[in-house]
């Protein structure tokens, strides 16, 4: 379970760039909630995931997750509990490694690091059959480069890492935003079926309103670093796009500016 | 100049080469896996040349025992300008440079003086000529190269640990690193205690085959390491298409013998030794310069390409 509470952000105080990235932000995610998060440019989404995973320090408030305070824990320690993959293909995996390397340094993501072989045999079964179930024919190249996949292809090795060890949160920030729309249908597919079978607990940003309706079990709508809307159960299954670009701006006045989003 | 000369400086460029092989394969561990210019090697390959003759020459040590020192001493050298580097934010450059002036009292503090020679000091490699019987310029190939088959293959089983592997991917890509829950700080400390430790090795090996320590010894040290990199990156690529990890770093010994054969070659021809750091440094310049300026060209010939090709007719 994720809570987080009283939540702020600012970057660059006290400067003429000043920017209140996250306002007082509360949150609570039950296990195995599938929450989908929208909102437009600058409204602090990418912010709250960098928040949770540890990537900046925060202002003020808690974040607690599984009943542990990880509000001032480093980013490296926090990556035991917490998998991610990030909206640039290249940023989750390491492109000079091999497939069978970089699936071997998450599956060691919170144990400790020694001095045993990085890559044993058995691992290596294991690895092919996980392989196997992407249907992507990277069974038989394991011990490519990472560096010679395609971005949907490094997208779902991204998502096959991030869940090795089952984390308590998964962490999507629009990770399919850079990939073709054949592509990213594939690895939202992808997406769905790995956090049924491990029943995880996921928040994802997306620009994609209908996969935001679609996918998961509940939305919450971001503008200038609030909540500003969330909806769950039949209520967000009932969503339409419509009914979604009318609360937003009912709820901030203005209109939904976003110049990725996508409305169909 | 005559043709036995010139063989004879080709020759005695084979054993040069192999020692300092081993420094450039330090400064390929952080240049090349980290990521980072390190600009602490020119000191800790002084402070490996300076405990390794003072050890033997004050205290009576054993050759091959001092190069434990050595080690150990770059070691401590290179996670200094580490923990500058990650812990307290200073650019990596300035936290070899601030490693490296440090270490220069550092290391006339060790030595006692600027230069220590190493006269009927016993060395690994004259020890090894009395043994055998063979030259200098042998026993010295020999030795190195004993040296440098424990040093690859040490190296590279180490990179093939969950530690090393880890060390890699921080180099490689520090957020994915991140997210993957390895402690990147850590990594780059060890990562150029390793670097360095290796460049110390080297500094004392040297040190024992030219018959002294001096505190300048390591000028120049990361334009001859990366001079030795580039170059045998140039001669892999000949070679293979993609080298594995073995090859990469034997390569790197490979081009440090050609950065000697090289500079025995210009300076035969004439050139002054003092323009040798020149020289060097032009090398390394326009060698690091080449990618930019190919990928220039080619963006440019392409573009004229499409000017003159007739979809646009």
Known sequence: MLRIEHLSKTFNGHTINERKALNDINLTLNDGDFVTVIGGNGAGKSTLLNMIAGVYPMDSGKIILDDIDISLMPQSKRAR????????????????????????LARRRGSKRGLAWEVSEAERQQYRQLLRSLDLHLEDRLTQQVGLLSGGQRQALTLLMATLIKPSLLLLDEHTA?????????????????????????????????????????????HEGRIIFEADGPTKSNLTVEALLEKFESASGQQLSNDRMLLV | MSLSALSMALYSAIPQGIIWGIMALGVYLSF????????????????????????????????????????LIGFIGGMITGIM????????????????????????????????PLLRIDTVFNTFAALTGLDNTTSTIIVGLGFAMIVVALIYAFFGTEIGSAIRATGCNPSMAKAQGIDTDNMIIIGLGLSNALIALSGALVSQSQGYADVKIGQGAIVIGLAAIIIGEVLLSAVFKRGNFVAKFSFVFLGSIFYRIIVSLVLQMGLNTDDLKLFSAILVMIALATPAYLEHQRT??????????DHHA
């Open chain 1, 178 to 222: 850079a990939l073709d729309p054949k592509t990213a249908a594939k690895v939202l597919e992808l997406t769905e079926s790995l956090v049924k079978t491990h029943h995880l607990t996921t928040l994802m940003i997306t620009h994609n309103m209908k996969d935001a309706i679609r996918l998961g079990n509940r939305l919450i709508m971001m």
């Open chain 2, 85 to 116: 580097h990650t812990k307290f934010k200073i650019p990596a450059i300035l936290a070899g440079i601030l490693t490296q002036l440090g270490l220069y009292s550092i290391n006339l503090h060790i030595m006692g003086a600027s230069n220590v």
């Open chain 2, 32 to 71: 090349r896996l980290l990521n980072i210019a390190d600009m602490s090697c020119e000191g800790t390959f002084a402070s490996g040349a300076a405990i390794s003759a003072i050890l033997m020459v004050n205290h009576g040590f054993n050759p091959y025992l001092t190069l434990i020192f050595s080690i």
């Open chain 2, 300 to 309: 440019r010939s392409a573009y004229n390409a499409s000017l003159k090709g």
């Open chain 1, 81 to 104: 509990y917490i998998g991610r993959v990030f909206q640039d293909p290249m940023m989750g995996t390491a492109a000079d490694m091999q497939i069978e390397e970089n699936l071997a």
